[in-house]
């Protein structure tokens, strides 16, 4: 089955080039990707919002113009392989998810998801098969409402230079930076 | 100033497709990756954490195999301009950062990222001119070694359905998936 407008070998492609590899949740991902946005009114302006870390915003990043970058695409890790995708103005959207249900038709497509089999035993040529077999029919939809406070983007405010580092930061976060603050995950050697 | 193997205006170009409009943090963005990559040894498997969550994370998915889906790139934000880059087995690394100090030169450039100016008088096509001709000689390095806790990946563990929507999550999440336990940020209408 199609991905949008590429074959499925096609997406592939596009997916190992940004990913790395061929990954099968960015495979599936993409069929998810692409029934959210059919199901939107076309021409919309839409925001995404990816329920899991894993895979997924990259089938968004390489589908849609929404990045980790640009800030249309936000990740909140609730552990489900689910997306939002909703109208930037009015909130109103749907949300694409695996439905566990529908996963008895596809076993080696089940067995990844729900890990039910260790990855030695997995066999990536069928899960990638029947990804593409399955498309989105592994897929349930249903019609949501995004919480307001993502409607409005955030102002970062005045700009000043940090008393300790001597960065520029955003001056909302306090006296100093919040790497100086004790947030940054690296300890500097020179 | 190349950025990479790129021209300025070819880079320029991949960054409107991905990002929507070659946006200046991009492109600045470029010239940071690149002074990281050139000062880490040739071949050297790396990691990147992005401190701003502002269009820095794009440049670093265009010019490097780390994207927010295969999790080889970190958006941690502490409000500043700068990222590090590091050796995923020892955890060392470097940090480029926008050095407020040689920032002089470049008036329309520290105007942006000081946020001297409202936007209706910041001037675009000089801005895109001060980044190209500065390239990385607005930065600054350092070098530094990550907390060992990012040599880890997590692991998932085991996966259940959760009780409540009946999809597959984590079963480390709890009895019920984050998603159900009041994380997700949207309504369900139907």
Redesign the interface.
């Known amino acids: 089955m199609n991905i949008g407008a590429h074959t499925f070998e096609e997406f592939k492609s596009l997916v190992a080039a940004?990913?790395?590899y061929p990954?099968p949740?960015?495979l599936l991902?993409g069929y998810m990707v692409e029934m959210a946005r059919t199901a939107l009114p076309p021409g919309v302006l839409f925001e995404v919002?990816a329920?899991s870390?894993?895979?997924?915003?990259?089938?968004i990043?390489l589908l849609t113009?929404c990045?980790?970058?640009?800030?249309?695409?936000k990740?909140?890790?609730?552990?489900?392989?689910?997306l939002?995708m909703?109208d930037k103005y009015t909130?109103e959207g749907v949300?694409v998810?695996?439905?566990?249900?529908r996963l008895e038709a596809w076993p080696e497509l089940r067995a990844w998801?729900?890990?039910e089999k260790p990855k030695a035993e997995q066999n990536a040529e069928n899960l990638l098969k029947e990804i593409e077999a399955a498309g989105d029919r592994v897929c349930g939809i249903?019609?949501?409402?995004?919480?307001s406070?993502?409607l409005e983007h955030a102002h970062?405010g005045?700009?000043g230079?940090?008393p300790v580092?001597?960065?520029?930061?955003?001056k909302n976060?306090g006296a100093i930076?919040?790497?100086c603050q004790g947030?940054?995950?690296?300890?500097?050697?020179?």
């Not at 998810?97 to 249900?101: E, G, L, T």
């Open positions: 940004f990913h790395g990954a949740g960015v991902g919002v329920e870390a894993k895979c997924l915003p990259d089938a990043q113009p990045s980790a970058g640009n800030n249309w695409m990740v909140i890790n609730l552990g489900r392989y689910a939002v909703y909130g949300r998810y695996v439905d566990a249900r998801l729900m890990k249903q019609t949501i409402r995004i919480h406070r993502f970062m005045e700009v230079l940090c580092c001597g960065e520029g930061f955003p976060d930076c919040r790497g947030g940054a995950p690296y300890d500097l050697i020179g």
